[in-house]
């Protein structure tokens, strides 16, 4: 194998093989044991080796959200030496976050796929995207499935090991993320997967190992974005990993009892959502020894009442699917207001820059500018997007579209996105300036802010709030709450009080729904200031 380390897969097989009997992923309410685990992983790669899959083929990979399934079939794939793409990922214009199916059946025809592999819940609908398919993909199910499909749950898979003829360079996964064509996502290559695994002992505790050994991690985020990978670590470093197939706080609350969750990740908005459910109170959460959010940029007084809460366990981290982990907030920066309003330090200073976004020149301390990186894990880029690619990186500096700015201290504050800011008045204003006040607002949880246009193609500002429980926030006086703090050019014009807000999987605003949802708003008659 033409690798620099070990590959990722046989390095956790190897952990698996070690300790067969521990209990490894809780995937809803079915527990698996580490060596069910890798007879499951081996098994599969047999079955696709057997009907051809090697180096160079893609497996796509359709199954339910957040189950070990999703695990064993990229594990599978990866290790006979094929690329592993994942075909269900948020779609922004659907009402259930599921990616439709012309633009599933557009990435199976982008990446040529030589095998669609999917859980006996996803068999019709894999049958619905292979219509019509050039060069007659294998349609593989992770058990019992039509006589027409593959069986990748049954068979022997005693000898399995991993595909000798994988380069560095090779594609292994692809993660799903927005584009601007709707589909299609980022690229990892073995090199780095290989290299990411090994170095996972070796990690702060927020990556790796706990800082008190092996660690229960439960997952509530999408694990066909990033957080599969931190899965893993958790699983190579002696670690549990419980999945959700997405956040729901009491059901969040119910399992750090029963498992003993000691490291939990959620979104900012989430964490708010966890501190203020009326179950809290009640649970014991003495085994959490890390409480990381990310995602969107917390208020610091609803911190500081989570640090309350929760105790010295809460830890922000910062970073982009491009970029990995860039900035953290640990514990004891907590306590300080101020560093609360950022997203913490860089990990790597010398890799971490502020620069002008038309330039590419370094800013002084204090200006704004936007956020750029030198990963110590790059990703290989988006899949069949050359020109995305391309302009990912700026001189060896990744780009992440996201402005903000470093302070004396060092501590990384961030303003807005590239392609979120609105113009209004002539004035360019970033929504998190607008949401952030709100969210500081008597009786306020949560908001997201975006900028909408009427029917002359004047962009004006639109909010959805949601209250605290138990509160009801007047509309006229939110508006004088930001009048006050910024000037009335940041008021928006509508503020829509809502139940809940729409959210990616990590908990950040959806922006592509809260438009709808605002261009939907302003044909009603707007409120008297």
Request: net charge negative.
């Amino acid at each position: 194998m033409s690798t620099t380390h070990v590959h990722y897969v046989q390095q956790l097989l190897t952990h698996f093989d070690a300790d067969p009997d521990r209990l490894a992923v809780v995937s809803g309410e079915v527990p698996f044991s580490a060596g069910e685990l890798a007879d499951a992983v081996r098994r599969a790669a047999a079955a696709m080796g057997r009907h051809g899959v090697g180096r160079g083929d893609v497996v796509c990979i359709l199954t339910e959200p957040n189950t070990a399934a999703t695990l064993i079939l990229q594990w599978a794939a990866n290790l006979v030496g094929a690329t592993a793409a994942h075909m269900r990922w948020v779609d922004p214009a659907g009402p259930e976050d599921e990616l439709r199916a012309e633009l599933q059946r557009a990435l199976a025809a982008d990446t040529g796929v030589r095998m669609l592999a999917v859980d006996p819940a996803n068999e019709a609908r894999a049958r619905e995207l292979l219509v019509n398919a050039t060069g007659r993909p294998v349609l593989a199910v992770l058990g019992a499935g039509q006589p027409d499909t593959v069986d990748v749950s049954a068979g022997c898979g005693d000898g399995v090991g991993p595909c000798a003829d994988i380069t560095d360079g090779d594609v292994a996964v692809i993660t799903q993320t927005r584009l601007p064509s709707g589909r299609n996502g980022l690229c990892w290559t073995f090199g780095v997967r290989n290299d990411m695994l090994s170095a996972a002992p070796s990690l702060p505790s927020t990556a790796g190992a706990s800082a008190t050994g092996p660690t229960t991690l439960l997952i509530t985020a999408p694990l066909i974005h990033t957080d599969v990978f931190t899965a893993e670590d958790t699983l190579v470093t002696g670690g549990m990993v419980v999945l959700h197939p997405g956040f729901d706080a009491a059901a969040v609350l119910r399992a750090i009892a029963q498992h003993r969750v000691g490291r939990l990740m959620l979104g900012a908005p989430q964490l708010d959502a966890l501190a203020e459910h009326p179950d809290r109170a009640a649970t014991d959460l003495s085994s959490l020894t890390e409480l990381i959010y990310t995602g969107s940029p917390g208020a610091p007084l609803k911190l500081r009442k989570a640090r309350e809460i929760f105790g010295p366990v809460l830890i922000q981290v910062y970073g982009t699917t491009e970029t990995g982990v860039l900035t953290m907030l640990p514990p004891g920066d907590h306590d300080d207001l101020r560093a609360c309003s950022s997203v913490g330090r860089p990990v790597d200073p010398g890799a971490l820059s502020i620069r002008h976004p038309d330039t590419g020149a370094v800013l002084p301390v204090g200006e704004v500018g936007e956020v750029c990186a030198v990963p110590r894990w790059p990703t290989a880029g988006y899949w069949h997007e050359p020109a995305l690619t391309a302009a990912l990186v700026r001189d060896g500096w990744v780009r992440t579209g996201d402005l903000g700015h470093l302070d004396t201290d060092g501590y990384l504050h961030l303003t807005g996105r590239l392609a979120n800011m609105m113009k209004v008045k002539g004035i360019r204003i970033h929504p998190e300036q607008v949401e952030k006040v709100l969210r500081q607002a008597p009786g306020v949880s949560q908001a997201a802010v975006c900028g909408v246009e009427d029917a002359d193609r004047v962009e004006h500002i639109y909010a959805a709030v949601v209250p605290e429980p138990g509160a009801d926030p007047d509309p006229r006086e939110l508006r004088r709450h930001v009048a006050e703090a910024l000037s009335d050019t940041y008021v928006p014009r509508l503020i829509d009080i809502r139940r809940k807000l729409p959210t990616t999987g990590w908990g950040k605003p959806d922006r592509v729904r809260l438009r709808a949802d605002a261009r939907a708003a302003l044909t009603r008659p707007a409120p008297q200031a």
